[in-house]
């Protein structure tokens, strides 16, 4: 049995969304990407207004997935 590449990151014909959600599943935010988009650009484009809200990002090692933890409320 052959191992699975995650080809998130690798460019390919068919286009391909950006989509953040909130904790509660609703969507704030969703981009069409056109194929040969900088994946890696786009996401870093798109959280950094996102962090000058208050809000963190965190990459997860694993699949080289980014999540987004909501700013602290008092």
Request: glycine letters at 6%; charged letters at 20%; a negative charge.
């Amino acid at each position: 049995m052959g191992r699975y590449r995650f080809t998130a990151f690798v460019n390919d014909s068919q286009p391909r969304y950006l989509v953040l959600w909130d904790l509660h599943w609703h969507v704030i935010e969703c981009q069409r990407l056109e194929p040969d988009a900088d994946l890696s650009g786009v996401m870093t484009a798109t959280i950094a207004p996102l962090e000058g809200d208050g809000w963190q990002a965190a990459v997860s090692l694993h699949e080289s997935s980014t999540s987004l933890s909501a700013p602290r409320r008092f």
